[in-house]
């Protein structure tokens, strides 16, 4: 699946930044899709936060207006540079999603924003589990990624979106039911919401605090 403005997608940013910013006139536009996940958060200037996946640091720029303390990871150095460049507020580390170089408890918040769907099932599985490991205790995982669509004129347009830009992982969250997959790893989910007709979801899931 996926053509070739995939590639080119990620080889130029320009062309990345125009097809988030059409793509998100769904719901509201591109910086308020950026900021779906981190709606109802309370991030302080001393809040320890790991943008997950931070690609660019499209959504580390408006974490680093709250906190001091704000990490991106990203498995591509190519990202990383980018991220630098574009948010050097924040601190950055080299490392997959799935097998974090990040201490157990170290986070109070852990975001990510439509980057799950590029994970097959058992990588997205073996990530919530380094998400669960790294969050303090109370600590909360916010994210946004695809949803099967709950109103069906809404369909076409991502299944168009998905062929033209996404891979197979992308289909198969569709079929996933990713509350119950966070609630597998141990998270409670305090919020769940549907946008653009049902083809996007916001999750905050809790970690609970220790007994």
Request: aromatic fraction near 10%; glycine fraction near 8%; charged fraction near 20%.
């Amino acid at each position: 699946m996926a053509t070739i403005l995939r590639d080119w997608s990620y080889r130029y940013q320009w062309l990345y930044d125009t097809i988030t910013s059409v793509a998100a006139v769904a719901v509201g536009g591109e910086k308020r899709l950026r900021q779906l996940p981190l709606q109802g958060l309370d991030i302080q200037p001393e809040t320890e936060v790991l943008d997950l996946c931070c690609g660019a640091g499209q959504v580390t720029r408006f974490l680093v207006e709250s906190s001091n303390r704000v990490t991106g990871l990203d498995a591509s150095p190519f990202a990383i540079k980018r991220a630098k460049d574009n948010v050097p507020q924040a601190q950055y580390v080299q490392g997959f999603a799935e097998n974090m170089p990040l201490g157990e408890c170290q986070f109070d918040i852990v975001q990510t924003s439509a980057a799950l769907h590029e994970m097959n099932p058992q990588q997205l599985r073996q990530i919530l589990k380094e998400v669960y490991r790294v969050l303090k205790p109370g600590g909360t995982f916010a994210l946004i990624d695809f949803h099967q669509p709950t109103n069906k004129l809404f369909f076409p347009g991502l299944a168009m979106f998905l062929w033209l830009f996404e891979t197979e992982t992308a289909w198969q969250l569709l079929e996933m039911d990713l509350a119950k997959e966070l609630e597998d790893v141990g998270f409670g989910i305090g919020k769940q919401q549907l946008y653009a007709g049902g083809s996007l979801q916001a999750i905050h899931a809790k970690k609970p605090y220790m007994k």
